[in-house]
């Protein structure tokens, strides 16, 4: 239910804004948070917004580089990602909750999307 897209190949210090259709989800009862996978590491928490988009938290490793937004009329959830690295390498989650909690720890997601792959090159 979950389909993120919008990664690709991209030089260290540019940019890349992800995008996670939600068909079939109502979406405005959902949190929305983005994890990454790194290869060899586990899957990290990167960003989380709640439903109505006024609670927002970021990893420390992304604070200040990325932004996550929602636009409830189009049931999308997005991830700018400004001054990428090369430790931002990464394929890259979409996952969906009731609330913030689960999204912070990873716990009692409801939905989780198929990864888009984010390679930066040093």
């Known amino acids: 239910q979950l389909q993120a897209s919008g990664g690709g190949l991209v030089q260290a210090g540019g940019s890349l804004k992800l995008s996670c259709a939600t068909p079939?989800?109502?979406?405005?009862?959902?949190?929305m948070g983005w994890f990454r996978q790194a290869p060899g590491k586990e899957r990290e928490f990167v960003a989380a917004?709640?439903?109505?988009?006024?609670?927002?938290d970021y990893a420390d490793s992304v604070k200040g580089r990325f932004t996550i937004s929602r636009d409830n009329a189009k049931n999308v959830v997005y991830l700018q990602m400004n001054s990428l690295k090369f430790e931002d390498t990464a394929v890259y989650y979409c996952?969906?909750?009731?609330?913030?909690?689960?999204?912070?720890?990873?716990?009692?997601?409801?939905?989780w999307g198929k990864g888009t792959l984010v390679t930066v090159s040093s």
């Open positions: 996952a969906a909750a009731t609330t913030l909690g689960p999204i912070l720890t990873q716990r009692g997601i409801d939905y």
């Open positions: 917004i709640s439903w109505a988009g006024g609670s927002i």
């Open positions: 079939g989800l109502t979406f405005s009862d959902y949190a």
